[in-house]
């Protein structure tokens, strides 16, 4: 069996990584680099020719969950290649596709698959494993070839809604692999505070009590995170976002709003509406609001709400990474200009990453008897501090080597 990291060793985002025996290959996530502070993407891989010579072979390609770092070189696929992702995140890639004015022919190739479905694939077996991440139905992929089981995290945390399960589903679906391929994103953030989603609920509300009218900044395909500031709305204002927002919820409504009550985002006030603008004013409103570059309607149209307000009155809390509106190279111009406008700015955040308590869980949970394939990371040689105590850190693999016949080839 051969494990290939093509990219992602000491890089967050732009994951690919392979899974081959002598008859059968897959990959797990065709990410592209994140864009830069300016939104910019350099990317070598961001080609038809790069992406066919990875390709070239494979079985098929499983995707982790709709972020641009994990499936952004799916428009480079060549036809026939079999291309796999969670039947909800295929709906989600789809409304975003149309409201990007992109074509969706990409995405209506895509196959699904739900939570515990094995996919076989030659002699791959692929079972995927719902996990809380800032994006919905993500899922982490226990690989079984070879005789060996191989566990592929994608991005996870225990913190979310849904997190409360992932130790449960390790110990009762999973238990000791043989490889662990995890990522690695907040050994890099040690000093960043990862409170529950919970917790964020109930900053909001408080938050919200104090301020009539609020804006929150954040990511608009992030379910956990609107849950938490929809389900804060005091009773009788209104939430407030675009038609592309509200066609993501209804999304997200309609899969897992039977499930649980945090899921069902009902109630919405969608813009364009001729009464919007008074009834805000008048009953008080959580507002999604995001930068748009090309200052479209829905820009404009919070700039006028923002401008009737006065300043006060008026609160907006980014709801990202911190890093986007500090100082240095991940810093954005336009998150900063657009706070600028409020007196009032709150942060409330938590990350859609495993804590470094998290990731020594899993580690010590999975027990990998062969070896442990940070990635996702901008520097993976941390999991060996991470893990210093105990007596998997010299299973720690950064660099090819063979090990018990798997070769293990790192790209970068």
Not at 151 to 171: C, S, V
Not at 300 to 320: E, G, N, Q
Not at 348 to 355: C, L, M, V
């Amino acid at each position: 069996m051969q494990i290939v990291i093509h990219r992602g060793i000491n890089q967050i985002g732009g994951c690919i990584t392979e899974i081959a025996t002598s008859t059968s290959r897959i990959l797990i996530d065709l990410g592209q680099n994140l864009p830069d502070n300016t939104g910019d993407i350099s990317d070598p891989l961001a080609n038809s020719e790069a992406v066919e010579r990875i390709v070239k072979g494979v079985d098929a390609i499983f995707y982790s969950h709709y972020h641009g770092d994990h499936v952004g070189l799916m428009e480079f696929v060549p036809e026939g290649v079999e291309q796999y992702i969670g039947s909800v995140a295929k709906e989600v890639m789809a409304v975003k596709a149309k409201y990007l004015r992109k074509e969706e022919c990409t995405i209506s190739i895509l196959k699904t698959f739900n939570k515990l479905n094995e996919i076989t694939k030659g002699n791959i077996t692929i079972i995927p494993f719902l996990v809380s991440h800032s994006a919905c139905d993500s899922y982490m992929f226990l690989i079984e070839a070879d005789g060996k089981k191989v566990l592929h995290t994608g991005d996870f945390r225990d913190h979310g809604y849904i997190g409360e399960g992932l130790i449960p589903a390790i110990k009762k679906y999973i238990g000791q692999v043989d490889f662990l391929i995890t990522e690695g994103t907040m050994l890099s953030r040690s000093n960043e505070k990862v409170p529950t989603e919970s917790h964020l609920q109930m900053m909001a509300r408080k938050l919200m009590h104090k301020h009539k009218y609020v804006f929150v900044l954040g990511s608009s395909t992030d379910i956990d995170r609107i849950a938490t500031f929809h389900k804060a709305n005091p009773d009788g204002r209104l939430f407030v976002c675009d038609s592309y927002q509200a066609e993501v919820l209804d999304v997200f409504t309609h899969n897992n709003g039977a499930y649980s009550g945090l899921y069902k985002f009902d109630n919405i006030s969608v813009f364009p509406d001729s009464n919007l603008l008074k009834n805000m004013i008048d009953k008080g409103f959580c507002m999604m609001i995001r930068c748009n570059k090309n200052k479209g309607k829905y820009s404009k149209f919070t700039d006028l709400v923002i401008d009737r307000i006065p300043k006060s009155d008026r609160m907006a809390i980014y709801s990202m990474w911190s890093g986007y509106i500090a100082e240095g190279r991940n810093q954005k111009t336009e998150y900063i200009e657009l706070l600028s406008k409020f007196d009032n700015v709150g942060q409330i955040h938590t990350s859609g990453h495993a804590s470094q308590e998290c990731l020594i869980k899993v580690c010590n949970l999975t027990a990998p008897r062969l070896a442990i394939i940070p990635i996702h990371s901008e520097n993976s040689e941390n999991f060996r501090q991470l893990l210093s105590y105990t007596d998997i850190n010299s299973r720690i693999v950064t660099a090819s080597e063979c090990i018990n016949g798997v070769d293990i080839i790192i790209r970068e």
